[in-house]
């Protein structure tokens, strides 16, 4: 998909695509830290736009959060068909785990399993590529990459068993 970048000189940056039913879609980054998400009346890009929401940058964050989560999950997913042997999961950090409240360093999760946590999910908040020194949290969920015995392996060890 190509993502189109225009610059709006003394209000910021407008990124635009066509989407699968054919639609103009902006999104108005302005300078003030506003966010505009804008469709067009027609197929040319300087036809009218009318603004369909308008965000705050918190609430523009929270959005992109939303929609990032699951697209990560999904790439994954996506990687695990193209691998022969290669899985994508989700493991829960539980209240009464070993590592709930402890950096993931201290899983030693790859280095004992052999599979590898690409992405730690809390509530809405996503990191991808976690350092060894984020601190899990209950209910925090972990996206393991592997095989089928080595995400086993980590389900294991993040409850404890």
Same mark, same amino acid.
Request: glycine content about 14%.
């Given at each position: ?20 039913? !054919? ?65 994508? *999961? ?9 590592? *709930? ?7 030693? *999760? ?20 976690? !350092? ?20 086993? *392996? ?6 404890? !068993?």
């Amino acid at each position: 998909m190509d993502v189109n970048e225009v610059l709006l000189p003394g209000v910021g940056l407008r990124y635009e695509f066509v989407n699968e039913e !054919g639609e103009r879609v902006g999104v108005v980054v302005r300078r003030t830290g506003g966010v505009e998400l804008i469709v067009y009346e027609g197929p040319d890009p300087d036809d009218e736009a009318r603004t369909v929401l308008r965000l705050t940058a918190e609430e523009a964050d929270a959005l992109a959060e939303m929609l990032g989560a699951p697209r990560i999950a999904e790439r994954f997913a996506d990687l695990s068909k193209e691998v022969p042997g290669l899985r994508a *999961a989700q493991v829960e950090v539980e209240t009464e785990g070993p590592y *709930a409240g402890r950096r993931l360093g201290e899983t030693r *999760a790859r280095t004992r399993t052999g599979a590898s946590v690409v992405a730690i999910v809390r509530g809405e908040e996503v990191t991808p590529s976690p !350092g060894p020194g984020r601190v899990l949290l209950p209910g925090d969920v972990l996206v393991v990459i592997g095989t089928h015995d080595g995400i086993a *392996a980590v389900e294991r060890l993040i409850r404890g !068993g």
